[in-house]
């Protein structure tokens, strides 16, 4: 990242200036010299890379300067350690290209930053953990949405905490077993819990999902301890405050609700709307299903598109 902040990486601008090449375009860009900022943030072969780790908005901000938009990222305690990942990634893919001719598969490199950031995972949990070495109590897993049965509604929700503004959001939507978006929200929470921001999301869910007149709803969260809150027994107010009241009383009624936990993996699209929720006033606001970049998350779910995991079994 050193090199990026000082712009010292070899470019096809870079290699021209130096009689490497004769050609100092992006080979993705027409006639758009490519310059480390293209390349980590502006080449359209990247834009969709950046979407699918909810680093979008970031990426497209016209406000931040390239210089200040790395240092944002890369001091932000949520995702810096990711942020860099995917930096990394995209500049070894291209030196992969350039240099071994090899395809850009926007797919592939998705699958790739996934597999790093797994490792990642492993280095900082465990110790002894060299690489991606398969323990006895681990397995590798392709993990992917799954659409719900028919006759059943899926509810996805998510919700997003910032720290460098202590700032939370919440955002989710319904879908049916063909994976059709019947309904999507988001949430500006002004300032609480990550915990708080996922309650929100899932309880705005079923008031929706109820209102709507669905009966089957099947649950998903990739908060363990949002579904531990959810499935609670008995009161749980004096822990949880409000939002669980409220949750308690919209199970109880008459309609079949099944709760579960998800990987993050299978939950993009809840988590693209849970950071869209930032942007937007305070309050929950009505979606509409039709935006072009939510369409982009349930496109990818529908392809069934895997990324890895290592499991604990």
Known sequence: MWLVTHNRLMTNKERAKRGLTTNSNCPHCNNTEETVEHILRRCKKTEGVWNHFNFFITAQDPSQDFKTWLLNNMKDQNKGTEFGIICWCLWKQRNEEAMEGKSFSEIGLIKRISACFTINTYAVTNSACIGLVKTSNRERRFI??????????????????????????????????????????????????????????????????????????????????????????????????????????????????????????????????????????????????????????????????????????
């Open 144 to 313: 992917s949405w799954k659409p719900p049965k028919e006759g059943w509604i899926q509810q996805q929700s998510d919700g997003s905490y910032k720290s460098s503004n202590r700032s939370a959001a919440a955002g989710g939507l319904l879908r049916d077993h063909l994976g059709k978006c019947t309904a999507a929200y988001a949430c500006n929470l002004g300032s609480c819990t990550i915990t708080r921001a996922e309650l929100k999301g899932a309880v705005e869910g079923l008031k929706i999902a109820w209102e709507k007149g669905y009966r089957k709803v099947e649950v998903n969260l990739d908060s363990n301890t949002a579904v531990s809150i959810l499935k609670e027994k008995g009161d749980t107010s004096s822990n949880h405050g409000l939002l669980a009241l409220q949750a308690k009383e919209l199970l109880s009624r008459s309609w079949t609700v099944n709760i579960n936990h998800v990987y993050r993996e299978c939950n993009s699209a809840a988590d693209f709307l849970a950071s869209m929720g930032h942007d937007l006033h305070f309050g929950t606001h009505h979606l509409d299903t039709c935006d072009p970049k939510l369409l982009y998350w349930l496109n990818y779910d529908a392809r069934e598109t895997s990324q890895e995991r290592d499991i604990l079994i």
